[in-house]
């Protein structure tokens, strides 16, 4: 099997990186030597080098913004938004560390002290998806790094070049060359890393049939901590509104930005009876005039391409099937190009579809489900193995307020899209979208471990009670006798 690699862009296929597969144990013997290292560093050092790697991404912004359009065809304006939230991500992490996994002092006896402390895992395996190559692994990455552990990261065989360039800036920071390592390869690369003896810790975000097969590996091996986000099937359930354009731009946004292919994007759209003949037509009329073009078009388009043309391919048969089982047209999804993965948004009423598919359908394609009450619509918004992320649009404060105690999702939003979620707060979901260790703000929760400490300058101690008087003579056994 050849190791060379190749990526293209997906709006126009041409090739834009080139390299070669790493070695699992190569890397691994250099991360491994590399943490003793970078363990030494003060927090505070650490701290400042993650700022100066932020100072780099600000000086590096316009060429960083245009690889990822290129690489992922999404929209330029989109990429610089990655980009930004890559900067962002430092002030955040820092702000999570200090908070989440700082120091604490305890009482203590005599006279002593005691402590709460935290310590890195170690050697920390990050494997990245391709839809935010830079902003989701990165996420990971950097309180990793604050936190004091090496990091090998293993970007999606997707999207190479962006992983390769942003393990540079890091480098370009001043961050060891072995501290932070880029491992490119496909799927049988990030096995290898995965059930490496020297990974501490396995940090991934993508499918939950990936997550799922990590999960797997290491169900024998509690000594690696394992954080995993695995997208979801998610709901976007509308009751009485008067905002209809407002409901229609929050639908639209939930559904079809980046393509619809954020692990946040709605799924499924669950309407009552009542507001089906006003939200659906509207829905319908603004997805009939966003704009899909290649990143760099102008005027700037709402949404590129999906990531490849297998990719592409999936998604239209996928469409197919749901229509020739009882859906029913709403917007057709197309492909204007057979030889590239532009798709236009798709709109289809599955309510006559008796077994849904409860699967993640990573592109432009939202399901419609009429329902009669609220009743029905929290049993359909739960109607799914996933749990990440969950809407509610219309209703009053006491309609939210039932929505947010009974829908399982990590994310809970009133009259807010499903996706757009804040770095500064906590990230992940249940079921098969995580395993209850949200990203974001609690990121460092999961890249160290707590230490409890009890302290004396010198020994001091005594035994108060069951001691032998040292003047008595000790006690002989009836045996001693025999």
Same mark, same amino acid.
């Given at each position: ?70 690489? /992922?065809? &999404? ?11 890559? &900067? ?47 902003? $989701? ?103 009485? /509104? ?43 009329? $603004? ?27 999936? $998604? ?79 209703? &009053? ?69 069951? $001691? ?9 056994? &009836?045996?001693?006798?025999?």
């Amino acid at each position: 099997m050849s190791d060379k690699m190749v990526s293209t862009e997906p709006a126009t296929g041409n090739v834009i990186w080139r390299g070669k597969a790493g070695n699992v144990d190569e890397v691994m013997k250099r991360a491994v030597g590399a943490r003793g290292v970078w363990v030494r560093e003060s927090v505070g050092q650490r701290m400042e080098a993650m700022r100066r790697f932020a100072n780099e991404v600000l000086k590096h912004a316009e060429p960083f913004a245009e690889l990822i359009a290129r690489e /992922t065809g &999404k929209p330029l304006w989109e990429a610089r938004t990655e980009v930004e939230a890559v &900067k962002n991500k430092v002030e955040i992490s820092i702000s999570a560390y200090a908070e989440r996994t700082g120091q604490k002092k305890l009482d203590s006896a005599l006279q002593g002290s005691a402590a709460l402390r935290h310590k890195p895992h170690g050697v920390m395996a990050v494997l990245g998806p391709y839809n935010f190559p830079a902003h $989701l692994p990165n996420g990971h990455i950097v309180p990793a790094l604050i936190a004091g552990n090496v990091v090998v990261f293993k970007p999606s065989e997707k999207t190479p070049a962006v992983g390769e360039f942003l393990v540079k800036l890091f480098h370009e920071a001043g961050v060891p060359e072995d501290v932070v390592q880029v491992l490119h390869g496909g799927p049988e690369a990030g096995k290898a890393l995965v059930a490496h003896p020297d990974v501490n810790g396995v940090l991934f975000t993508g499918s939950a049939r990936g997550g799922i097969a990590i999960n797997r590996k290491l169900a024998s091996d509690p000594s690696k901590i394992v954080a995993l986000e695995m997208g979801g099937n998610n709901p976007i359930v509308v009751l009485d /509104t008067p905002k209809i354009e407002d409901a229609a731009v929050t639908i639209v946004q939930s559904a079809f930005t980046t393509a619809g292919q954020r692990c946040t994007a709605a799924r499924r759209l669950v309407v009552i009876d009542s507001m089906y003949d006003e939200i659906v037509p509207a829905v319908k009329a $603004l997805a009939e005039r966003l704009v899909v073009d290649e990143p760099f078009a102008e005027p700037q388009p709402f949404m590129g391409t999906v990531i490849d043309n297998e990719t592409a391919e999936l $998604l239209m048969n996928s469409y197919d099937a749901l229509a020739s089982h009882g859906g029913e047209e709403i917007l057709p999804m197309t492909r204007p190009d057979e030889d590239l993965p532009f798709l236009t948004p798709g709109l289809i009423d599955t309510t006559a579809i008796a077994e849904r598919p409860d699967v993640e359908l990573f592109g432009p394609l939202l399901q419609v489900i009429r329902v009669k009450d609220f009743d029905e619509a929290i049993a359909e918004a739960n109607n799914t193995r996933y749990g990440l992320s969950a809407s509610l649009i219309g209703g &009053k404060p006491d309609d939210f307020e039932r929505f947010w105690n009974e829908t399982r999702a990590g994310i809970v939003n009133w009259n807010r899209p499903t996706n757009g979620a804040s770095s500064a707060a906590p990230f992940g979901g249940i079921g098969l979208s995580g395993n209850h260790r949200p990203a974001a703000y609690y990121a460092a929760d999961y890249c160290a471990y707590p230490v409890a400490s009890t302290e004396l300058d010198q020994p001091r101690a005594s035994i108060g009670v069951g $001691l032998k008087d040292s003047a008595r003579p000790t006690r002989k056994s &009836k045996d001693a006798h025999k």
